[in-house]
């Protein structure tokens, strides 16, 4: 069936770093990608997504781009800050027409001053 | 500014006592998630339903978990019994768009002693 793979976390950089949080996916089709973040206590948030290949999705400072060739949608980012703590979902929508996403089992990232 | 809200934000209860939260799902959206998030397990979904009708309980256990949509603008969780590995945050989110990105709401965090 259709999954997600996110890298083993917990990933601490420091503040002004580049950050890479690597996503692979498996797919019988053409999936829309998302990456949603969860900040300490609260519900988890769509960042970016993106419908088709080639697609850059971007939001916050945040970019991932949907490469069907290698099956991933890694999320970057420039210079991160302490605020961009938080833990990181990548997740993929059902192809059935049921609305259902199937989430990467998250990352998270911890910046330090 | 359309928001997933849930009531209510923390519960404590004993083991045994029966538990209902509840979520008012973004007005419009015809498909609503019951996810739990635990350390352990990551986030599950529990189920989902589609215009008010259950599409899927399968990752809930039946004999103490129920999930019903009485109107299109509530849906709730009962837990009934409850138990201490019960204890968790439960998240509910909605979607109704082209591309099932979902919105999630603040979740019910759920002590069980």
């Known amino acids: 069936g259709d999954s997600v793979t996110q890298m083993e976390g917990p990933v601490t950089l420091s503040e002004e770093a580049f950050l890479t949080i690597n996503c692979t996916y498996t797919?019988?089709?053409?999936?829309?990608l998302f990456w949603y973040v969860q900040y300490p206590g609260e519900g988890l948030q769509l960042l970016l997504k993106?419908?088709?290949?080639?697609d850059k999705g971007s939001n916050k400072g945040f970019e991932a781009t949907y490469r069907k060739e290698t099956t991933s949608f890694h999320l970057e980012k420039g210079s991160v800050q302490v605020s961009d703590s938080a833990v990181y979902f990548c997740?993929?929508?059902?192809?059935?027409?049921?609305?259902?996403?199937?989430f990467g089992q998250g990352t998270t990232l911890q910046v330090k001053p | 500014d359309a928001r997933v809200t849930q009531t209510p934000r923390d519960k404590v209860t004993e083991m045994g006592q029966e538990v209902t939260m509840r979520c008012q799902p973004i007005l419009g959206h015809n498909t609503v998630f019951w996810y739990r998030q635990t350390m352990m397990q990551g986030l599950e979904l529990l189920a989902y339903f589609r215009n008010r009708a259950p599409l899927d309980d399968s990752g809930m256990p039946k004999d103490r978990f129920s999930a019903e949509m009485p109107d299109a603008t509530l849906a709730t969780l009962k837990i009934q019994p409850s138990e201490p590995r019960d204890s968790a945050v439960y998240f509910c989110a909605s979607t109704g768009t082209l591309y099932n990105e979902q919105f999630f709401g603040p979740g019910t965090r759920l002590t069980v002693l």
């Open positions: 993106a419908t088709k290949a080639d």
């Open positions: 797919a019988t089709g053409y999936p829309s």
């Open positions: 997740a993929l929508s059902d192809l059935s027409d049921t609305g259902k996403l199937i």
